[in-house]
């Protein structure tokens, strides 16, 4: 009889094999000669798939990698290889210093505040309140709406004459208005609100999904303990949420990286450089500057960024989530 | 615990106050989108005199008929698109354990991790090489391979866990290896589907960069680059933009509002994998 690959014989178990049982039905010699043309035929449906994917996110990427050891400006039809230079000038470039620092800053900030708006909202909506379906789907709200449109929002909301302001003025004392918008010191935090308020009923949901997944005789068994409600939240919610906050520091992690449609929309970057991220920097240089494979080679420190952070973050958390069990 | 009780009457008030204040941006957008410029009056109060000028001036000005078609069309098309190849994808990576099968797994997970700046500009400029630049079917084109990866994963963890005995059966009845798969597979995935669809769907929607490269320069627009145009032009008319503002948000908010249990659930699901 005729067997496929060692490895795929001798498992018996396996999730989901085509042709397993030709080793069960002895007889079935012809049966087994189709489940190979079965399987070849199946093998033909990842075609459409992989050409597409091909197409769009690995040539390309391979193609960017290697421009970004070039000095090409994305026009002139030549190119020359100058190595590690894009890199170098990136060291001592402030604009790229400064926008790292900015993208770090407000990835950081949207990643704490967010998930931990998020996660009290989640805790008041998980309960007997009486408003707590309308809440959340209210809460909600904000994350599908498209972030350029709440963006050009917030952009009046946060200007000197806006509504911001206007509320402040009718409650508070004048010396709390602010150009939000304008002030280098206060633009990178008020652009960092606004993903914050448009996205913290998102990390919401998720944790939602997760307090909805702890069973009710867990939180008894712990108040039968004796457990106060700070000692529960601590030691038996947090750990059994591991799973929701994974996803939700990552997601909010990557999304801050690389942040971009609301930064470009309330600031390009400004005033100044003062909001300028990675993404905003990559765009001005590949489509305005004509730095074409400097741009790709920022391009490429985004990416390190985004897989060496959300890849250490996973790890991490995944440890800690095991631990915890 | 499971009383409602003064502790929970609180949590209500606290809750109802911290939506107010989610709200209120939102307020202030409708409110200022029903008056006229000339009223002088706080941003905060509720207007006296509603006016719908601001609409049909913004309607007018800003191009968005259009704008909401291709964004229809531009969603719809790269939504089947990924659907299609990523179940289909996805049905050898979850079936078939031989090596080569595991290695393609990889190969396509390893786009869930490259973010799609890095193949931004080279793609950008094969697009322009192909005349496609301007065209709708960049976008789609774009859509299509880019969402592959998470389509497919969410696919795979799908398929993993539903019995084969069905697809056996179809197949020892006789009948062929495609018409096993959309007849009696992709029927089984629909809650997957479901999941797909809606994250693609508002991901698709609300992109602004993608559109803004491919369809500058051309009279073609999504909502957000229409907007984002309208913004530009009439900075300071605050009633007018905000009128636009609100009817470039209104067809995923009516769609959010229809199908927010479903809409929800597919954010909070989708992701568990």
Known sequence: ??????????RPTGPGRLGAEADAAGPAVAASGRRRRVRRAYAWFLVPALALYSFVVLLPSVQGATFAFTDWDGL??????????????????????????????????????????????????????????????????????????????????????????????????????QNWLGDPTLALCSVAGVVVWQFAGYSMVIFLAGLQGIPQEVYEAAAVDGASGWQRFRHVVLPLLAPATTIN????????????????????????????????????NAFQLDEYAYSVALAIVLTVFVAVISGGQYRLLHRGGEAAR | MNRYGPRTLLREIIMIAVAAVVAFPL???????????????????????????????????????????????????????????SAMAAYPL?????????????????????????????????IRDLGLLGTLWSLVLFYSGLQVPF?????????????????????????????VFWRVVFPLLRPVTGTVVILNAILVWNDFLTPFLYLSGSDQQTIPVAIYGFIGQFVSQWNLVFAGLVIAMLPILVGYFLMQRHIIKGFAGGLKG
């Open chain 1, 76 to 177: 002139n039809p030549t190119r020359h290889f100058i190595g590690l230079a894009n890199f170098r000038q990136m060291l001592e470039d402030p604009a790229a210093r400064g926008a790292l620092r900015q993208t770090l800053v407000i990835a950081a900030a949207v990643t704490v505040v967010q998930n931990a708006v998020g996660l009290l909202l989640a805790l008041g909506v998980h309960s007997r309140i009486k408003s707590r379906n309308v809440l959340r789907v209210l809460l909600f709200a904000p994350a599908v709406m498209t972030p350029v449109v709440t963006a050009a929002l917030w952009k009046y909301m946060l200007a000197p004459e806006g509504a911001l302001n206007g509320l402040i003025a009718a409650v508070g004392p004048d010396s709390w208005q």
């Open chain 1, 249 to 284: 520091l990552m997601l909010s992690v990557i999304g801050g990286l690389k942040l971009f449609d609301q930064v470009w929309v309330m600031t390009q970057g400004g005033p100044g450089t003062a909001t300028e991220t990675l993404s905003t920097l990559i765009y001005k």
């Open chain 2, 151 to 179: 389509a497919t994963f969410l696919y795979v963890g799908f398929l993993r866990a539903v019995p084969r005995e069905y697809e056996e059966a179809a197949l020892i009845d006789g009948a062929g290896p495609v018409q």
């Open chain 2, 94 to 126: 979850a079936r078939i354990t031989a090596r080569w099968s595991r290695w393609a797994f990889l190969l396509v997970m390893l786009g869930l991790l490259l973010p799609f700046q890095l193949a931004l500009l080279p793609l950008y400029q094969t």
């Open chain 1, 1 to 10: 009889m005729v067997r496929g690959p060692v490895g795929e014989v001798t």
């Open chain 2, 27 to 85: 307020y202030v957008l409708v409110n200022l989108s029903l008056r006229d410029p000339r009223d002088g009056s706080s941003v905060i109060a509720p207007t006296t005199s509603p006016t719908l000028r601001n609409y049909a001036d913004a309607w007018r000005e800003a191009g968005l008929a259009g704008a909401i078609v291709n964004s229809v069309v531009v969603t719809v098309l790269s939504v089947a698109v990924i659907v299609i190849v």
